[in-house]
């Protein structure tokens, strides 16, 4: 290589020659799309948080967010003065909109810890673009879902009698709660995913606060980025513990859910005693997780204008992700119809039946019109590329997912063993107000990190921007 065509390949851009390679699909293979070098990406994502005015779009679902969050709010309080008795529950069914929503956060929650993690260690450079979203996502979703079993304990402020903390009075929590394991698997799923989530901040935190002008914005990112100089030694020990993070979240992902699964599985209810709801609800919590993320990054992506930096290769392997979860998710259906009709137990037919065909019918069939038919566009690329589409699919398998945990809970509780208990659940006004309010929180959440924290990670984009130079210099 001569001076000439030396100079051509800096160290900050992308060779032209890597904008020429193409996919089968007419998209490009390169991770980025476009002339970008390091100051273009820092410009990109750094000016969103250190900028004064947000668009409009973001205004708008800000408000809308908050008002749902008031909701919440009000929701809560008046259960707290009330009691558990504004909601549906009744007897037999004492599990209501507060075990369905408490698993449905915890599946979509599960998605951040599979892009962040595995991927991570499987060496996926398409994460990215993602990872951040869905990490914060995973937070959010973990915060609205630990809300709701202590919400469901009708005394929420006594939670810490769950807690195995040494008092005076010899009071331990009875360890073959399913309760207690959802507290210790919540909690440990939390933590680690907070831990992961802010390492991988820092570098990003630390070039926003080079680039920040105010002071506020100076001290705020300056002392949430630890005193990182960007030094070798800083970037071998933040590898080396990230890494290690993400080696300890993977097996969450598998141990989290399952754990959540049990609280149904331990039970002798038919339609909950079976050993398939671990893996099961796995893959469900890994579907409903992709979709969630799609269901955010398409309207970011098109806010902020990222679409250099987040491109329809990262659609296309999300969507195919989504469509062989979806698949398993699926298969399991099948299966447990199948092992009702083959177990010969009279009373796990007698639920498959009535689950299909009895007062709740039309939402199990529903669940299947949104879980399993609408998926299965995903298996043609123009959908996997066209964003309206996998945005309105997306939407359909979270709605899905939502009544598939409400026909798991509601189902096999309100018609068990004997018909003298039988009864039916119809949710008050206070129920969805709690469902429609968590989504208030989340998005609430939500809209505050993109405001105020990198919602791509910097360090790594520029990685990719790096990456192809090597490639074209050696």
Excluded at 126 to 149: V, Y
Excluded at 178 to 189: I, K, N
Excluded at 294 to 317: G, M, Q
Aim: glycine share 6%; aromatic share 18%; proline share 5%.
């Amino acid at each position: 290589m001569n001076g000439n065509e030396s100079k051509q390949v800096s160290a900050n851009s992308v060779s032209s020659v890597v904008k020429a390679k193409v996919s089968p699909l007419g998209y490009p293979t390169n991770l980025l799309v476009g002339e970008q070098t390091f100051e273009t990406v820092n410009q990109t994502i750094g000016s969103v948080v250190l900028q004064d005015r947000q668009p409009r779009p973001w205004w708008i679902g800000f408000t809308v967010a908050f008002a749902l969050l008031m909701v919440f709010f009000f929701a809560v309080a008046w259960l707290l003065i009330r009691g558990v008795g504004i909601w549906g529950v009744n007897i037999p069914v004492a599990w209501g909109f507060a075990i369905v929503n408490f698993v449905w956060w915890i599946g979509i929650a599960h998605a951040g810890t599979f892009i962040s993690a595995i991927l991570l260690l499987m060496f996926q450079h398409w994460r990215t673009a993602i990872n951040r979203f869905a990490e914060a996502m995973t937070l959010f979703a973990i915060a609205c879902a630990g809300l709701f079993p202590l919400l469901h304990l009708g005394r929420p402020w006594v939670f810490y009698w769950l807690l195995p903390y040494p008092d005076t009075m010899g009071m331990w929590p009875q360890f073959r709660s399913p309760l207690v394991w959802d507290v210790f698997a919540v909690g440990t799923y939390f933590t680690v995913s907070l831990l992961f989530w802010f390492l991988g901040l820092i570098p990003d935190l630390a070039t926003v606060r080079d680039r920040a002008r105010k002071n506020w914005q100076k001290i705020f990112y300056g002392v949430l980025a630890l005193g990182w100089r960007n030094s070798a030694a800083h970037w071998q020990r933040h590898q080396i513990a990230y890494l290690l993070l993400a080696g300890l979240a993977t097996p969450l992902v598998l141990s989290v859910h399952s754990v959540v699964s049990l609280d149904f599985a331990v039970a002798q209810v038919p339609g909950w005693h079976s050993t398939m709801f671990p893996p099961y609800f796995v893959a469900g919590a890994i579907y409903s997780g992709f979709a969630m993320v799609l269901t955010i990054v398409i309207p970011v992506r098109k806010i902020y204008r990222l679409e250099n930096l987040i491109t329809l290769r990262h659609f296309n392997n999300m969507a195919n992700v989504m469509l062989v979860t979806g698949l398993i998710v699926a298969y399991g259906y099948f299966i447990e119809a199948f092992m009702s009709w083959y177990s010969g137990d009279i009373f796990d037919q007698y639920m498959m039946t009535n689950r299909a065909f009895g007062p709740y019918g039309w939402i199990f069939w529903a669940l299947m019109f949104f879980n399993v038919l609408v998926p299965q566009a995903l298996w043609s690329a123009r959908i996997r590329r066209n964003l309206v589409a996998l945005f309105l699919v997306a939407l359909a398998i979270n709605l899905g997912m939502w009544i598939e945990r409400f026909v798991i809970v509601v189902t096999s509780l309100h018609r068990d063993f004997v018909p003298s208990s039988w009864g039916m659940f119809f949710p008050t006004v206070w129920d969805w107000a709690t469902l429609f309010g968590s989504i208030g929180l989340f998005l609430t959440l939500l809209f505050l990190f993109v405001r105020f924290l990198p919602m791509i990670a910097i360090s790594e984009s520029r990685e990719l921007v790096a990456e192809p130079q090597k490639a074209t210099t050696a």
